[in-house]
């Protein structure tokens, strides 16, 4: 990591990091702060997660099996892909869970259950608000795994509030 700073560094690239915080969270925090002063944002990952940023100034591209295939998630990719709106990635990932990530989820309710139960209520908590109503196996399931669900959608949750900035000048590509 260190050689990878120095390299960037020589570049006169800027470079943002926050202790105790994940890449996924000084990003996340980033793609904000520049959507505040009146940019657009373009992140180029390979980590799904961030689909959850999604919005109107904010789009994520995430590669296909070759260079060209690469595609770019504004908010109706992201609901076609997952089939939730970027707002509702969190909660999704609550309840399916990412094994690639350590994310639980709630044992036993997959992607399409838990689509439905979105399209339904639109939130985790909305979902345990009106667990009554949800069918026998899956209200079960979901009583059973609300403690997962809700470590789940804090592990899958991107912080973007950390207030970390970048020299916006510095950045200009025809600095170089």
């Not at 002063?37 to 070759?66: E, F």
């Not at 639980?104 to 339904?120: F, I, M, S």
């Not at 609300?146 to 900035?165: N, R």
């Amino acid at each position: 990591i260190d050689r990878i700073r120095d390299l960037v560094d020589t570049f006169n690239i800027p470079r943002a990091e926050l202790d105790g915080y994940e890449a996924d969270d000084v990003l996340g925090s980033l793609a904000h702060w520049a959507v505040k002063k009146g940019l657009a944002v373009k992140i180029i990952t390979g980590d799904r997660d961030l689909l959850q940023l999604v919005n109107d100034r904010i789009t994520v591209s995430l590669p296909g099996r070759s260079l060209s295939d690469a595609k770019d998630y504004f908010r109706e990719d992201v609901k076609e892909s997952l089939g939730v709106w970027p707002e509702q990635v969190v909660d999704y990932k609550a309840i399916t869970g990412d094994r690639s990530d350590n994310i639980p989820g709630v044992y036993g309710v997959g992607e399409k259950t838990a689509v439905e139960l979105l399209e339904k209520y639109s939130t985790l908590d909305a979902i345990y608000q009106h667990l009554e109503e949800i069918p026998g196996r899956f209200q079960s399931k979901l009583a059973q795994g609300k403690e997962d669900a809700y470590l789940s959608k804090k592990l899958a949750t991107i912080i973007s509030d950390l207030g970390v900035e970048i020299d916006l000048d510095q950045a200009r590509p025809d600095r170089f």
